[in-house]
């Protein structure tokens, strides 16, 4: 995996350089935008700098969810009306102004992904006391507990809005190699299986433990579930693993396939961020997608 730089002269590719960075992302690189292509206007970076919330053992961020025009994640209890009302606006303003970048500069994916949360992330990263599964300062592959997503892809676009401070990551090597130390020859559903029964399945022939059954998931997203976790809990792959530091600065923004790369956030305060699940059939090198190779693994269909 690499981190590619993308100057302010290449926010404009043609489509055979938009396929190229489709595929640089879906291999597990790192597109990096020295200068953010999205930048807030000054008076909402400030507005934004002035929030924290008050608990965070509660929420790790604020949500918004552009499809419903609502926000989830705010302390309601203290809260100022007008102040979520702009809070509000500033992300939904912020979650259209990365898709109408987005559907330029990734163009082979535009008419085949679905919008997800916006995120505001007013938290200090740093020694954050969090439960172990919800910690952000350990490796992990994304995968979302109440959101299947059937085999799309979770890409991530985010931007540090902090002034001063660089928001630190660790990498690790992408989902195909690290998947492999761990997944053994055989992780197909038993034919004729139900859902529930199947997803568990895979996950005992991972290795990784017994799944609670899910007539949402499909086996594909209980295992992904499950690896996150397995992941997060597994002291000798988070101190064993090849690390990669990276350092984004402040007005920088970044995107990546975060169900692909293993990554952790070790340090930093105030990110935004929108996530979108990118379908199968938009990807330019389907047979590396996290999907693909653990149906190659299985021999089987896991969607």
């Not at 043609?14 to 690189?29: I, N, V, Y």
């Not at 997803?199 to 290795?207: E, N, S, V």
């Amino acid at each position: 995996m690499a981190v590619v730089t993308i100057a302010s002269s290449g926010l404009m590719p043609t489509p055979e350089e938009s396929r190229a960075f489709c595929a640089q992302l879906e291999s597990g690189d790192i597109l990096y935008f020295p200068e953010t292509p999205v930048p807030l206007a000054a008076q909402d970076a400030g507005f934004l700098l002035g929030q924290q919330q008050a608990d965070s053992s509660l929420h790790k961020n604020i949500a918004y969810k552009p499809n419903i025009d609502r926000l989830s994640g705010v302390d309601t209890k203290t809260a100022d009306p007008a102040a979520v009302a702009r809070l509000q606006q500033i992300l939904r303003s912020y979650s259209t102004s990365v898709v109408q970048f987005l559907a330029r500069f990734l163009s082979p994916y535009q008419q085949h992904w679905k919008l997800d949360y916006a995120s505001f992330r007013p938290q200090e990263e740093q020694n954050r006391d969090l439960p172990l599964r919800r910690r952000n300062d350990l490796l992990h592959t994304d995968a979302f507990p109440t959101r299947p997503t059937y085999g799309a892809r979770i890409l991530r676009f985010f931007n540090n809005i902090n002034p001063t401070r660089t928001r630190d990551w660790i990498v690790s090597d992408p989902f195909a190699a690290t998947v492999r130390q761990f997944a053994p020859h055989q992780i197909a559903p038993h034919p004729g299986s139900a859902l529930s029964r199947a997803g568990k399945t895979a996950g005992r022939a991972l290795g990784l433990g017994g799944a609670i059954p899910s007539l949402k998931r499909s086996p594909y997203d209980d295992f992904m579930m499950r690896f996150h976790n397995f992941l997060k809990e597994n002291p000798r792959f988070q101190s064993d693993c090849p690390k990669y530091p990276f350092q984004f600065p402040p007005g920088s923004s970044w995107m990546v396939y975060t169900d692909t790369v293993p990554h952790a956030v070790l340090a930093g305060q105030y990110a935004l961020e929108q996530t979108f699940l990118v379908r199968p059939e938009a990807m330019v090198r389907p047979e590396i997608s996290p999907l693909k190779v653990l149906e190659e693994i299985a021999h089987a269909p896991l969607v």
